[in-house]
């Protein structure tokens, strides 16, 4: 008990302890101590970096709509940024479904009126479905909401593009890629 305690401290997991294990043996070798290295053990897999988790799930397939408006705000807004950028975006739309404040499914967030500029009535704009660039969007998408990497921008409910500058009188909590975050 001591040790899966400690354990919970390190690692975000989901699963049985023989994937705790695997990831176990990982950080106890010298070399991951040497490198302060996080590992998360996701399903069978086990990942050190969010590289390695997108490339692990990354798909062209979505699991429902919801996932499928997630993945398509965090490809239109953030397609071109660092992963962890990617993971601040769909944040902040799993955020605002939580919050009270916004809609509470992903896609009542992301065609709230005014909120997204990609976003026309009910609907986005064509995605390439094959391209990398949506493998990782829908990626991101799931690994955010099953809460597979830690948090980027907690409690962020806001974002805008570094390019702009809104006069916005809320908490700033980071700047990821080409986008400042809000609470």
């Keep these: 008990a001591r040790r899966q305690a400690q354990l919970t401290q390190v690692f975000f997991y989901h699963g049985a302890a023989d994937k705790i294990?695997?990831?176990c043996a990982l950080l106890s070798g010298a070399?991951?101590?040497k490198k302060q290295m996080l590992v998360y053990a996701v399903d069978n897999a086990v990942a050190s970096s969010l590289?390695?988790?997108?490339?692990?799930?990354a798909t062209?397939?979505?699991?429902?709509a919801d996932q499928e408006c997630l993945a398509g705000a965090v490809y239109f807004e953030?397609?071109?940024e660092p992963l962890e950028g990617q993971h601040a975006v769909a944040e902040v739309i799993i955020n605002r479904t939580k919050s009270g404040l916004f809609p509470k499914s992903f896609c009542s967030?992301?065609?709230?009126?005014?909120q997204f500029a990609f976003?026309?009535?009910?609907?986005?704009?064509?995605i390439p479905r094959e391209s990398a660039a949506w493998r990782n969007a829908v990626a991101i998408a799931l690994i955010a909401t099953e809460n597979r990497?830690?948090?980027?921008v907690p409690n962020a409910l806001y974002f805008h593009a570094r390019r702009v500058s809104p006069n916005w009188d809320r908490s700033k909590i980071a700047s990821v890629g080409n986008h400042i975050f809000y609470r």
């Design 51 to 57: 590289s390695d988790l997108v490339r692990q799930l």
């Design 119 to 126: 976003a026309h009535g009910k609907s986005m704009g064509s």
């Design 21 to 23: 294990a695997a990831a």
């Design 78 to 80: 953030s397609k071109g």
């Design 149 to 152: 990497w830690k948090d980027v």
């Design 60 to 64: 062209n397939q979505t699991a429902d």
């Design 31 to 33: 070399y991951a101590k």
């Design 109 to 114: 967030v992301v065609f709230q009126r005014g």
